[in-house]
């Protein structure tokens, strides 16, 4: 089993930044895509960023380009979020997520299978 442990959350003013960490353990060697997701009272789960955990490729909202870098530490087994110049409309709790299968879609969260608990990220204007 994989387990999945987020951190870094936290409140911030618009323009700061912060970093999430997403630490990973168990059968680690089974995970083929990771990534960032986020869901805001009303709205439903999107995702953030993602990448294949086999290779360099990278994958970013619209919304997030340009501000946010997502990239992990092998060594470590943990993933990170680097934001930077929040908007207050990235106030969201977020989640780590990893999924077992390969995925042409890894923005898309429904085929996520494991996910961590989620760290709340709260940006004022």
């Known amino acids: 089993q994989v387990q999945l442990v987020e951190s870094g959350g936290g409140s911030v003013q618009a323009g700061g930044s912060l970093r999430l960490s997403c630490a990973a353990s168990?059968?680690?060697?089974?995970?083929?895509?990771m990534g960032w997701f986020r869901q805001a009272p009303g709205r439903e789960r999107e995702g953030v960023a993602a990448m294949y955990t086999s290779s360099t490729s990278t994958y970013y909202a619209d919304s997030v380009k340009g501000r946010f870098t997502i990239s992990q530490d092998n060594a470590k087994n943990t993933l990170y979020l680097q934001m930077n110049s929040l908007k207050p409309e990235d106030t969201a709790m977020y989640y780590c997520?990893?999924?077992?299968?390969?995925?042409?879609?890894?923005?898309?969260?429904?085929?996520?299978?494991?996910w961590g608990q989620g760290t709340q990220v709260t940006v004022s204007s």
């Open positions: 997520a990893a999924r077992n299968s390969f995925t042409f879609a890894p923005l898309s969260p429904g085929g996520y299978n494991i």
């Open positions: 168990g059968n680690t060697r089974s995970i083929r895509h």
